[in-house]
Structure formats: structure tokens, C-alpha cells
């Protein structure tokens, strides 16, 4: 679940309830999102799921994500305080009616 990011939507739904700061909610998000990939990895690697095809993924996915974070990191420190209710929900409802789509699949 933590690995496909499936609780990320709850989380942040119920941080953005809270009275936490922009900064604050981030970094809860972050330290979530960590302990349970990390939890999950550890899972799947003593379970011997994880094997040589695992690591070329990683090896593809590792720059995209890596960029991925710079950029959001810079766009956190030039946006300034901006609400993550303005900015957050309206692409967590986005993303919910996106999934309702109909998927054509052979």
C-alpha cells in the first residue's frame, strides 16, 4: 500500500484538517512516506521479492525521481507560504476523478 502510494491521498486529506504550517504538513508527509517505502522494502527484500530486475528499475527510476524532488523542492522555496488547501486538494480531487475514468484495456 505504501509503495503504490495508495494511503497518500487519506494522509494528506487528514493534514490538511490540522492546523500544521506548509512546512510542517511537508515534512510529516515526507517522514510518512519514508518510514512506510522503507518498511515496505524491507518487507519485500526479506521475503526475497526483490531480485536483479528490481535493481534495473531502480536504476531507471532514479534520476526521474531525483529530479522530480529538485524541482518540487525549488517550487516549495519560490511559491512561499501558499495554503496546500488551494493547491494539494484540487489535485487530490483531480487525481480521484482521473481514476473513475474508464480504462480500455485488451
Known amino acids: 500500500m505504501s509503495m503504490a502510494s495508495a ?4 494522509l494528506m486529506l ?5 492546523r ?13 512516506f519514508a518510514i512506510c517505502s522503507s518498511c515496505s522494502l524491507l518487507g519485500l527484500g ?9 535493481l534495473v528499475w531502480v536504476g531507471w527510476l532514479i534520476v526521474p525521481a531525483w529530479l522530480g524532488n529538485a524541482f518540487g523542492q525549488w ?5 512561499g507560504p501558499i495554503s496546500l488547501r488551494y493547491t494539494v486538494a484540487p489535485l487530490l480531487i483531480l487525481l ?9 484495456t485488451p
Open 7 to 10: 494511503g497518500g491521498p487519506p
Open 14 to 18: 487528514y493534514l490538511l484538517s490540522t
Open 20 to 32: 500544521l504550517s506548509t512546512a510542517q504538513l511537508r515534512g510529516t508527509a515526507i517522514v510518512f
Open 46 to 54: 526479506l521475503s526475497g521479492v526483490l531480485g536483479a530486475g528490481s
Open 75 to 79: 517550487l516549495f522555496h519560490r511559491a
Open 96 to 104: 480521484s476523478l482521473w481514476m473513475l475514468l474508464p480504462i480500455n
